[in-house]
C-alpha cells in the first residue's frame, strides 16, 4: 500500500526561483528518502535523511524532517530549466529495507 | 556509483503470451532486489522483493502466478509477467541496494510493456 501523500502535485515555476514539496507519511520510518525521474525512466536518488535527523542539505538541496508531524519536505533553491522533473519521497521500512513511494510532485521549470 | 541495467526497455506482446524483464546489478552484488510497477503520471506500486537464492515475497494483492519473480544470482532477477492482458500493459522498474538496508536503493531504467 502506498505511504504518502505529497503536494502540490503540480508545480509550476520561473528559472532562478525556489521549488517546495511537501511529503507526509503515515506510519514509523527508518528514514525518508527524495528521488527524482525524468519522464519515462528510473529513479535517481537525491538525499536520505534518517529518522533522527531534522535537516540535511545537498547542494541547491534542503530537506526537513519533523517525525512527530510525519512530514519531510523538499526545497530546491535556484532552480533550473533542467530541474524539471517528478520527485517524490519515500520512506524506508523497517520490514526488509523496503522503500514505499509517495505520490509525486511533478515540476516544471520555464526558462 | 553503482548501476542497474534493465533489459528491454520497451516490449510490446500479444494478449496471452509471457514476457521476462532482466534486472543487473553492473558493479555490484544485490541479495536483495525490487520490483515496481508505475501507471502513467502515477507513484510506485512495490510489487515484490526479491531475494537471492529464495522465494521472493510479494506484497499484497500481487499475483505472485501472474508476476514470476527468479533471483538466481547476486547480480540478476528477472520478472516474467505470464499470459500477459491488456491491464498488465505498465512500466515496470526494478531497483537495488548496493549496501545496507537503509541506504539508498538504485533503479534501472525501467521497462514500457505494452501488451495488445
Known amino acids: 500500500s502506498q505511504q504518502g501523500e505529497e503536494d502540490p502535485q503540480a508545480l509550476s515555476i520561473q528559472e532562478g526561483e525556489n521549488a517546495t514539496m511537501n511529503c507526509s507519511y503515515k506510519?514509523?520510518?527508518?528514514?525518508l528518502q527524495w528521488y527524482r525521474q525524468n519522464s519515462g525512466r528510473g529513479l535517481v536518488h537525491l538525499i536520505l535523511i534518517r529518522s533522527n535527523e531534522r535537516e540535511k542539505h545537498s547542494g541547491r538541496l534542503r530537506v526537513t524532517l519533523d517525525t512527530s508531524k510525519k512530514s519531510s519536505s523538499l526545497l530546491i533553491t535556484a532552480s533550473r530549466a533542467a530541474d524539471t522533473a517528478s520527485y517524490f519521497c519515500?520512506?524506508?521500512?523497517?520490514?526488509?529495507?523496503?522503500?514505499?513511494f509517495g505520490q509525486g510532485t511533478e515540476l516544471s521549470v520555464k526558462p | 556509483g553503482a548501476v542497474v541495467s534493465q533489459h528491454p526497455s520497451r516490449v510490446i506482446c500479444k494478449s496471452g503470451t509471457s514476457v521476462k524483464i532482466e534486472c543487473r546489478s553492473l558493479d555490484f552484488q544485490a541479495t536483495t532486489m525490487f520490483w515496481y510497477r508505475q501507471f502513467p503520471k502515477k507513484s510506485l506500486m512495490l510489487m515484490a522483493t526479491?531475494?537471492?537464492?529464495?522465494?521472493?515475497?510479494?506484497e499484497q494483492g500481487v499475483e505472485k502466478d501472474k508476476f514470476l519473480i527468479n533471483h538466481a544470482s547476486l547480480t540478476l532477477s528477472t520478472l516474467t509477467v505470464t499470459s500477459a492482458h491488456p491491464e498488465d500493459s505498465s512500466f515496470y522498474i526494478c531497483?537495488?541496494?548496493?549496501?545496507?538496508?537503509?541506504?539508498?536503493?538504485?533503479f534501472g531504467n525501467g521497462t514500457r510493456l505494452t501488451v495488445t
Open positions: 526479491s531475494n537471492e537464492g529464495s522465494k521472493a515475497t510479494y
Open positions: 531497483s537495488a541496494r548496493a549496501t545496507g538496508a537503509n541506504s539508498p536503493l538504485h
Open positions: 506510519t514509523s520510518i527508518n528514514n
Open positions: 519515500a520512506t524506508g521500512q523497517n520490514q526488509g529495507g523496503k522503500l514505499i
